[in-house]
């Protein structure tokens, strides 16, 4: 299988500040990077698709000023989550598409627990 | 637009016993994807099994089997001679394409009872 690599596992910040999560596609080249956000108890929803080399795609719903995704280079795409507050307290995790054997799966970073206090 | 639903929210079964996860989903596409996720305290998310709509025969890895009737949009999940390792919460997704994102059910919450 591939292998994608997420950090931070876990944030802690203050409310204001700023927090970027990153996800590293660590054998392979991810094109495309989903970013999804899981409350409590609840499913994972998507919040944005990211191309390397273009401008990412929200879903409706998802403020894209507040939460910038970045995606620079075919293993790496970052999401920011700019002036944070409790709200956004959640759990973030990235998936990329598999390529060649694996094309027809989906591989999950670790996830990150952000907690804004 | 394509939903997936999981009408079970939490199940239970007995060590060593057989268990069966349920999921619907509402497409209009011919070929897709659907899979079984597992997702334990951990919250790293685990694939149990994947099935191609093309294939008629029903995928299966080691204890776990699915139950596929693309005529009624069903793909359920049996676990068999389920352990306490197979706690967790499962979640049942559907894709189109290869470049496209999944989408997940709400969740069914498995406990393992020794």
Redesign the interface.
């Known amino acids: 299988g591939a292998v994608v690599s997420q950090h931070p596992s876990w944030v802690i910040c203050k409310s204001g500040t700023s927090v970027k999560i990153e996800c590293r596609s660590l054998d392979f080249q991810a094109?495309?990077m989903?970013w999804y956000r899981?409350f409590p108890k609840?499913?994972?929803?998507?919040m944005a698709?990211s191309n390397e080399g273009s401008k990412a795609t929200y879903e409706q719903g998802v403020e894209k000023d507040k939460f910038l995704i970045n995606h620079a280079s075919l293993t790496l795409s970052t999401l920011t989550v700019t002036s944070a507050h409790p709200e956004d307290s959640s759990?973030y995790?990235c998936?990329a598409?598999g390529q060649g054997a694996w094309?027809?799966?989906?591989f999950?970073g670790?996830?990150t627990?952000l907690t804004v206090v | 637009a394509q939903t997936v639903t999981q009408s079970q929210p939490e199940m239970s079964v007995q060590e060593a016993e057989t268990v069966t996860l349920s999921c619907t989903y509402d497409t209009s596409e011919s070929d897709y994807?659907l899979?079984w996720y597992k997702q334990p305290p951990?919250?790293?998310?685990i694939?149990v099994i994947?099935q191609?709509a093309y294939k008629q025969q029903n995928a299966t890895e080691n204890r776990f089997s699915v139950n596929f009737q693309k005529a009624a949009k069903s793909f359920s999940l049996k676990i068999s001679d389920s352990q306490l390792g197979d706690a967790a919460m499962y979640?049942c997704a559907y894709?189109v394409g290869?470049?496209t994102?999944?989408?997940?059910?709400?969740?069914t919450r498995l406990s393992v009872i020794a």
């Open positions: 094109t495309t989903f899981q609840q499913s994972l929803m998507l698709t759990f995790i998936s598409p094309n027809t799966e989906a999950f670790q996830g627990r | 994807y899979f951990s919250r790293q998310m694939l994947r191609e979640f894709r290869r470049d994102p999944l989408v997940f059910g709400k969740g």
